[in-house]
């Protein structure tokens, strides 16, 4: 399986499709196998997509020492330079969005686009997972009851409708087994999480952007994404009903849809 050398880690990534570059970055305890297929399947025939596998998680190399959200969004960059990709459109899901946030502060000029889905500015206004969330995942996690965390992370990042879906919750079942995902990782990227904080600084956004959140969604509120509009110079909203947390395995053809459409008025204001 390919992997990059990002300074002291190793890590792993997967590139499939064909036209322009999108980066696709995970959320917390996600690797690649979470995008799903019927997801990528509707993006790759667009996009070159390019994923991959946070310092510690998946695939990639092992991690054992604290980062940041900042740390994240340099090994995002230092994987554009090494595949030698100048410039891409972005695509960042709940603490992937957040790594994505500063990608964009800090290397405005590499993104073509940007699109922040289920994710969180930190500071006023926003929101962090309700204790009773955290606990319903966290508990059969510490106790090593694997089986169970799986099943309760399934409940808390869907809608009630979809959770019931036995088909949908054997492909999250096969992508949450089929690689790493290391709960003293998952731990490392929750203190990540909590000392991330943007929301002073998203004013200095200058890239098109698209907030895309379900309004059912458990672990981070839509509130959240109303006030990443609202702090982002000119960024769309994409509200969708009934819709958890993990909304482009809920609604991965709207998604894909809402995510080419952005891309191409982007692509099509920058050439105007």
Request: charged share 20%; aromatic share 6%; hydrophobic share 45%.
């Amino acid at each position: 399986m390919p992997s990059l050398t990002v300074g002291s880690h190793e890590l792993h990534y997967v590139r499939r499709g064909d036209g322009p570059p999108l980066l696709l970055i995970q959320g917390l305890g996600g690797h690649h196998l979470h995008w799903g297929d019927a997801f990528l399947d509707a993006l790759d025939p667009h996009f070159d997509l390019i994923s991959f596998d946070h310092r510690g998680m998946g695939r990639s190399g092992r991690a054992r020492d604290p980062f940041t959200i900042a740390d994240l969004a340099g090994d995002a960059a230092a994987v554009l330079d090494a595949l030698g990709v100048d410039r891409a459109h972005v695509l960042g899901i709940s603490m992937g969005g957040m790594v994505a946030q500063e990608l964009a502060l800090a290397h405005g000029d590499r993104l073509l686009s940007l699109t922040l889905g289920g994710s969180y500015p930190g500071g006023p206004g926003s929101a962090l997972t309700a204790p009773e969330v955290w606990q319903s995942m966290a508990e059969p996690a510490l106790a090593g009851d694997r089986e169970g965390a799986i099943r309760a992370s399934w409940h808390a990042n869907v809608s009630a409708a979809f959770a019931a879906d036995q088909a949908a919750f054997k492909r999250f079942h096969a992508a949450a087994t089929g690689a790493p995902s290391p709960v003293e990782v998952q731990i490392l990227q929750i203190q990540a999480v909590a000392g991330h904080d943007t929301s002073r600084r998203l004013g200095e956004i200058d890239v098109p952007t698209l907030v895309v959140h379900g309004d059912d969604d458990r672990i981070l509120p839509v509130q959240n994404a109303r006030r990443l509009a609202e702090l982002i110079p000119g960024a769309r909203l994409e509200v969708l009903e009934g819709v958890g947390h993990l909304f482009w395995l809920e609604q991965p053809e709207r998604s894909a849809q809402l995510i080419r459409e952005h891309a191409l008025a982007a692509a099509s204001n920058a050439a105007g």
